[in-house]
């Protein structure tokens, strides 16, 4: 828990930036479920790189970054690192950032076994596929999905799949005014 407040950019607002990596895009989705309170954090925030903005590389550091999903492929770990470094400080947010979630279900598979199920033998693949697809401006595939904190150095994690937007946002706010807070047992959401 933070005791100070943070200092704001020169707009006057703290600066948020988010980002999915291997996720299902649920977590980004449940931070706009905070409906018509989304204009109180417009009013305190304003987004850099980020999905909700579409800004693609980041135009001023963060105050806070919030992490969907976890690691599986070279992109990832590339935008996780950039992450560390443009924003203060580092928010994993869902399982899947925390602890590698539905992805990591192929953990327990070969890396070989599951690109072969996925694009030769699966009962949805082309009839006659027999290339796994490899490029050089393809991200590379790791051997296992890895939760944030084993790539680079995470400050605060929200448990919950997703977390529900109230959620994350009394977490980020708190955060940012370097207010207390607690969550209630009831609050944690798994869908
Ligand atoms: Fe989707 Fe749940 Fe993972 Fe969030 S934690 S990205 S909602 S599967």
């Known amino acids: 828990v933070r005791n100070e407040s943070l200092r704001k950019a020169d707009s006057g607002k703290y600066i ?3 980002t999915s990596l291997a996720g299902c895009f649920g977590c980004h989705m449940s931070l706009l479920d905070i409906d018509t309170d989304l204009l109180d954090i417009v009013e305190l925030a304003e987004f850099n790189k980020s999905p909700l903005t579409d800004i693609k590389k980041f135009t001023k550091q963060c ?3 919030l992490i969907e999903g976890g690691c599986s492929n070279s992109e990832n770990v590339h935008v996780l690192k950039e992450f560390r470094k443009k924003c203060d400080i580092l928010v994993a947010f869902g399982e899947c950032a925390i602890m590698g979630g539905i992805p990591a279900m192929r953990n327990f598979v070969p890396l070989q ?3 072969e199920e996925a694009y030769l033998n699966g009962i949805t693949t082309e009839i ?3 290339v796994v697809p490899g490029h050089e401006d393809i991200p ?3 051997n296992n999905v890895y939760p944030c904190n084993e790539v680079v150095k995470i ?3 929200i448990p919950g799949c997703p977390p529900s937007a109230q959620h994350i946002w009394k977490v980020v706010k708190s955060i940012l005014l370097g207010e207390e ?5 009831d609050e944690f959401k798994y869908d």
């Open 16 to 18: 948020i930036g988010t």
């Open 63 to 65: 105050h806070i970054g």
């Open 113 to 115: 076994e599951c690109l």
């Open 128 to 130: 006659g596929a027999h």
């Open 140 to 142: 590379k595939m790791l």
């Open 155 to 157: 400050d605060y994690y």
């Open 181 to 185: 807070f607690s969550i209630a047992h």
